[in-house]
C-alpha cells in the first residue's frame, strides 16, 4: 500500500519528530510513504479568521499535492478536519457566488481520500497493536477536532492499550476543551490559558509521566503551561508512542529536556 504524509505546518516547522514517526510507524506496518514537497498550509489560520477567499487557492494548491494518492495521511485532528469539514464548504461558497464549481470538485475528489493518522491505522490497515513498547505511565487528551469533528472515539485509546510496557490512566474531565482552539487562544489569551490550567491540573492529577495527544497544537500550548510551571510532565504527540519498539526506541528519553518541546510558542 502507498500513502501520502500530510505533515501540517506545525509539525513541519515545530515538531518534525512527529512527521518522522509517522514515517517510521507506518514503513514498520508495511505502507510505501510518499512526502509530497507541493504541500504547505491547508487554509486552516485564514478560514478560522474569516479570510473565507484566501483559504481557496490553499485548498487548490493542497488538491493538487495529493492528487493521485489513494491515501492521505496526516497526524493532526484539526487539519484533517479542516480539508473533510470546511473544503467542500468552500467549494459550495465558490460555486454560490459565482466563481465555478472547480473548488467544489477538487474538494469532493480529496475529502474521502483524507484519513488522520488513529483512523488510517484502525480503519484502513485494520490494527490496533503495531508492535510499540512504550514503558511509561501516559494519560490522553482526545483533542476536540479529533473527538468532535472527526468522531475518533476510542481508536487512539485502543492503539495506546496495546502498546507494550505502558500504564494508560484516564484523564479526568478528557472531553473538555484544552482552551488552545486555534485564534481562539490568539484572541482570548486569558479564558485560552485559564483553560488549559484546568486541563494540566487534571493531567498531573492522574501521576503520569507523559501526556498524549494526536494534535500537536493542543500539547504545545498544553506543553508550555507545564513548562513555565516547573512540571516534569511532558507532552508527546501519539505517533511518536507507537513508533517506538524495544529493538528501537525513542531516540531520547521522552521525560528528558527536549528543546523541540519546550515553550514552542509564546
Same mark, same amino acid.
Given at each position: 500500500?502507498?500513502?501520502?504524509?500530510?505533515?501540517? $505546518?506545525?509539525?513541519?516547522?515545530?515538531?518534525?519528530?512527529?512527521? @518522522?514517526?509517522?514515517?517510521?510507524?507506518? &514503513?514498520?506496518?508495511?505502507?510505501?510513504?510518499?512526502?509530497?514537497?507541493?504541500?504547505?498550509?491547508?487554509?486552516?489560520?485564514?478560514?478560522? #479568521?474569516?479570510?473565507?477567499?484566501?483559504?481557496?487557492?490553499?485548498?487548490?494548491? *493542497?488538491?493538487?499535492?495529493?492528487?493521485?494518492?489513494?491515501?492521505?495521511?496526516?497526524?493532526?485532528?484539526?487539519?484533517?478536519?479542516?480539508?473533510?469539514?470546511?473544503? =467542500?464548504?468552500?467549494?459550495?461558497?465558490?460555486?454560490?457566488?459565482?466563481?465555478?464549481?472547480?473548488?467544489?470538485?477538487?474538494?469532493?475528489?480529496?475529502? =474521502?481520500?483524507?484519513?488522520?493518522? #488513529? &483512523?488510517?491505522?484502525?480503519?484502513?490497515?485494520?490494527?490496533?497493536?503495531?508492535?510499540?513498547?512504550?514503558?511509561? #505511565?501516559?494519560?490522553?487528551?482526545?483533542? $476536540?477536532?479529533?473527538?468532535?469533528?472527526?468522531?475518533?472515539?476510542?481508536?487512539?485509546?485502543?492503539?495506546?492499550?496495546?502498546?507494550?510496557?505502558?500504564?494508560?490512566?484516564?484523564?479526568?474531565?478528557?472531553?473538555? $476543551?484544552?482552551?488552545?482552539?486555534? *485564534?481562539?487562544?490568539?484572541?482570548? =489569551?486569558?479564558?485560552?490559558?485559564?483553560?488549559? #490550567?484546568?486541563?494540566?491540573?487534571?493531567?498531573?492529577?492522574?501521576?503520569?509521566?507523559?501526556?498524549?495527544?494526536?494534535?500537536?497544537? $493542543?500539547?504545545?500550548?498544553?506543553?508550555?503551561?507545564?513548562?513555565?510551571?516547573?512540571?516534569?510532565?511532558?507532552?508527546?504527540?501519539?505517533?511518536? @508512542?507507537?513508533?517506538? *519498539?524495544?529493538?528501537?526506541?525513542?531516540?531520547?528519553?521522552?521525560?528528558?529536556?527536549?528543546?523541540?518541546? &519546550?515553550?514552542?510558542?509564546?
Amino acid at each position: 500500500m502507498r500513502a501520502a504524509l500530510f505533515v501540517t $505546518c506545525v509539525n513541519d516547522a515545530l515538531y518534525p519528530r512527529t512527521g @518522522i514517526a509517522v514515517v517510521r510507524l507506518l &514503513e514498520r506496518l508495511g505502507v510505501q510513504v510518499d512526502f509530497p514537497a507541493a504541500q504547505s498550509c491547508c487554509g486552516q489560520p485564514q478560514y478560522n #479568521t474569516g479570510y473565507r477567499h484566501e483559504a481557496e487557492p490553499l485548498l487548490r494548491r *493542497t488538491a493538487a499535492a495529493f492528487a493521485g494518492y489513494d491515501h492521505v495521511v496526516t497526524p493532526s485532528g484539526s487539519c484533517a478536519a479542516m480539508v473533510r469539514e470546511h473544503y =467542500p464548504r468552500i467549494g459550495r461558497r465558490a460555486a454560490e457566488e459565482g466563481r465555478g464549481g472547480e473548488l467544489a470538485e477538487l474538494a469532493g475528489d480529496l475529502v =474521502p481520500r483524507v484519513h488522520e493518522l #488513529t &483512523e488510517f491505522l484502525v480503519d484502513v490497515l485494520g490494527v490496533t497493536d503495531v508492535g510499540a513498547c512504550f514503558p511509561h #505511565t501516559v494519560t490522553y487528551h482526545p483533542s $476536540c477536532h479529533g473527538l468532535r469533528s472527526l468522531g475518533l472515539g476510542e481508536r487512539p485509546r485502543r492503539l495506546l492499550a496495546a502498546v507494550k510496557g505502558l500504564e494508560l490512566v484516564e484523564l479526568p474531565g478528557a472531553e473538555e $476543551c484544552c482552551g488552545f482552539g486555534g *485564534t481562539f487562544a490568539v484572541k482570548n =489569551p486569558d479564558v485560552s490559558a485559564a483553560m488549559g #490550567t484546568d486541563k494540566t491540573a487534571a493531567a498531573r492529577a492522574t501521576g503520569a509521566e507523559v501526556l498524549c495527544g494526536a494534535d500537536n497544537s $493542543c500539547l504545545a500550548h498544553l506543553g508550555g503551561i507545564l513548562h513555565r510551571a516547573g512540571d516534569p510532565m511532558r507532552t508527546l504527540h501519539l505517533a511518536e @508512542i507507537l513508533a517506538a *519498539t524495544e529493538e528501537d526506541p525513542l531516540e531520547e528519553d521522552p521525560l528528558k529536556e527536549d528543546p523541540l518541546k &519546550e515553550d514552542p510558542l509564546p
